[in-house]
């Protein structure tokens, strides 16, 4: 079986090798887990390139596997374990890293090494040198010179036109459902001259459209103090705005976008909303609510409670009219009332946010949201959840519904006889909705066309090409 291709089929295309002149030993990949965990993985197989491997598109022609794992939700947690599994059964050899890896078993000792011991190294996140290290133990590099042909970007397990662009890891806060900061750590923030430098080599190969990611792209910097950096020669400092700026003026020079991840909602993100208004990145916010009522928040420990969200949002919505706000939220955290989830559902209605996600509570081992009292049953979490959802796919579908007989800007990516999969500046890809768009001989992937919409539902858009930008 496809390592890559059958687990996350974007990996395997996207590290296919050029052809090499002698044979290469070769790494299966499997990535799990979130957009933050594929940049990790897109880093490993840059630098497995980049010394000469080449990446197998199954286990029988790999050598090695690697598999990339996630373990965020229990449900991750066994996905990964079955991956692994999966692998040792099928090739023997494999090396496994990501969030999985930095979990505690049951009395000492790791999670993966317990479930799997005949692992050969498990490491934690964003651990490239480590990774690096066990692959040359366990299968030497390389003397090949002409397989040091990698692009100037890198390998990108995305499609070839967006890619992910990671510019910290970690986070400093502690929120009791998360097990983020134990599995990542404090925020570690990338110096905003490599962030840009990595920026314009995307879109110099081509990528329309880079979308930022972190745990919390608010608090950019805060661990450098801000440090002043160098961008083209230029002293920049390493912070949001300044981020922004930067990123919006080398997209637009090369005609694409930038979206914005995981924003919180501090003051400052005031400061990136003219930025939206000028056009320099898009008028999107992905702004992780995850609640309304000041005591579950007070609970969740997450900052701002839900009264001065509403006024931040006003106020964005003011700054920016055509703005997108994307949020995700939690029903039936431990010790949410009755009434507290009603406070959830008029908050949702008078926020009126355009792409909403939410989750019923699910416990994570090692979070301290599971010493609160008041858990709920699950049966009563799902049905909070369900209610959430069908007060917000009406509030989606009014919104989207706005979007009809209206011209849209749209990016394409997937194109074919049956027509193309595309999206508007308000859609983040995999998660957001799409555009239908009937046929015609202008849609090829990776290409922006403009679209008028003629129908609309709860998710998605329809329409036709009426002219080519
Ligand atoms: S902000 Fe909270 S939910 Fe997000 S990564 Fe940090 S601790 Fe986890």
């Avoid at 498990?122 to 490239?128: Q, S």
């Avoid at 986070?171 to 920026?199: K, T, W, Y």
């Avoid at 008028?283 to 900052?303: A, C, G, I, N, T």
């Amino acid at each position: 079986m496809p390592p890559a291709s059958v687990k996350r089929p974007r990996a395997a295309s996207a590290g296919s090798p050029a052809p090499t002149p002698i044979a290469a030993p070769r790494v299966g990949f499997v990535s799990l887990g979130c957009p933050k965990a594929l940049v990790d993985s897109e880093q490993i197989v840059t630098q497995l390139r980049a010394e000469g491997y080449e990446i197998a598109p199954n286990y029988r022609e790999s050598d090695l596997v690697i598999v990339n794992t996630c373990g965020f939700i229990d449900d991750a947690v066994r996905e990964s374990l079955d991956a692994i599994g999966e692998a040792l059964a099928e090739n023997g050899k494999v090396i496994v890293t990501g969030c999985l890896g930095a979990k505690p078993g049951e009395g000492g000792g790791g999670l993966v090494a317990q479930a799997h011991p005949g692992v050969l190294a498990v490491t934690g996140p964003h651990a490239l040198g480590e990774v690096m290290g066990h692959v040359h133990q366990h299968l030497p590099r390389p003397h090949d010179p002409f397989t040091d042909l990698v692009p100037e970007a890198g390998i990108k397990l995305t499609p070839r036109h967006y890619a992910y662009l990671k510019i910290s890891e970690g986070c400093n806060h502690r929120c009791s459902f998360c097990i983020i900061p134990s599995m990542r750590g404090d925020l570690v923030s990338r110096p905003i001259g490599e962030v840009v430098r990595e920026a314009e080599a995307l879109l110099k190969s081509g990528v329309k459209e880079l979308l930022v990611i972190s745990q919390d792209t608010s608090a950019y910097g805060v661990d450098l103090r801000y440090r002043t950096d160098f961008v083209g020669g230029r002293p920049v400092r390493t912070r949001m705005t300044e981020l922004c700026q930067e990123l919006g003026a080398l997209a637009r020079s090369h005609d694409a976008w930038v979206r914005l991840h995981y924003v919180y909602p501090y003051p400052h993100v005031d400061e990136v909303l003219p930025l939206m208004a000028q056009g320099l990145i898009l008028p999107y916010l992905d702004v992780p609510f995850q609640h309304s009522h000041p005591e579950v928040l007070r609970r969740m420990k997450r900052p701002a409670s839900g009264e001065r969200n509403i006024e931040r949002i006003r106020g964005w919505r003011a700054a920016v009219p055509q703005l997108t706000i994307r949020s995700t939220f939690i029903a039936g955290f431990p010790g949410e009332t009755e009434a507290q989830f009603e406070d959830l559902l008029a908050f949702l209605k008078e926020a009126q946010l355009d792409r909403v996600g939410c989750f019923a509570y699910s416990p994570v081992a090692g979070a301290s949201a599971n010493e609160l009292d008041g858990a709920l049953p699950e049966a009563v979490r799902e049905a909070r959840r369900k209610r959430f959802m069908a007060v917000q796919q009406r509030i989606s579908r009014k919104r989207l519904r706005r979007h009809v007989g209206t011209v849209q800007r749209v990016l394409i990516d997937a194109a074919g006889p049956e027509g193309a999969h595309a999206r508007t500046m308000s859609d983040a890809p995999e998660i957001d909705g799409i555009v239908h768009v009937a046929p015609h001989p202008s849609l090829r992937p990776g290409g922006f066309v403009q679209v008028l919409i003629e129908a609309s539902d709860a998710h998605d858009l329809s329409g036709r090409v009426v002219e080519r930008t």
